[in-house]
């Protein structure tokens, strides 16, 4: 692979951008969540309209992976913090250091902007979460569920 370019995105990749989002919501949740446009949208745009933003991974002239950052607007947060909330490699470029590279730019833009800490949401299975892990992301909560079917519960 040659040398990868990592910029902000421009108007017109983020709208393709989130597009591409929307139809990879179901891999990136390891089947949680199906691909729903609709859902998606209410979930990504108004990040994108409240500062969040694309970097993208460009391998010669073709997109090969981004990820979207923005600030935390979590008010239980007391700190500056700063959201991963997508980060998706092509599979051709997967386990290459594509993520690893978008995710030390993102970090030095969370810097610039003074976070002091990021977070981020991974499913259980996802296998991006080791790159986390391997980047000093560590567990802080976890969320778990029941299906509510006849005969479940007490």
Do not use: C, H
Not at 20 to 44: D, R
Not at 95 to 112: C, N, S, T
């Amino acid at each position: 692979m040659s040398y990868l370019i990592i910029r902000k995105s421009s108007p017109i990749e983020t709208n393709m951008l989130l597009e591409m989002t929307l139809n990879v919501m179901s891999e990136s949740s390891m089947g949680f969540v199906q691909n729903n446009p609709q859902l998606g949208l209410n979930v990504f745009v108004p990040y994108l309209n409240n500062g969040a933003y694309y970097l993208v991974a460009i391998d010669k002239t073709m997109i090969v992976g981004w990820v979207l950052i923005g600030p935390d607007f979590n008010p239980l947060n007391t700190q500056n913090t700063g959201s991963i909330l997508s980060l998706y490699v092509f599979p051709l470029y997967r386990k290459k250091g594509v993520g690893k590279q978008l995710m030390i730019r993102a970090f030095d833009e969370f810097k610039k902007q003074g976070f002091q800490k990021i977070q981020l949401n991974v499913y259980a299975d996802n296998p991006a979460k080791q790159l986390y892990k391997r980047l000093g992301f560590s567990d802080v909560s976890s969320v778990m569920e029941i299906e509510l079917n006849e005969g479940t519960g007490n």
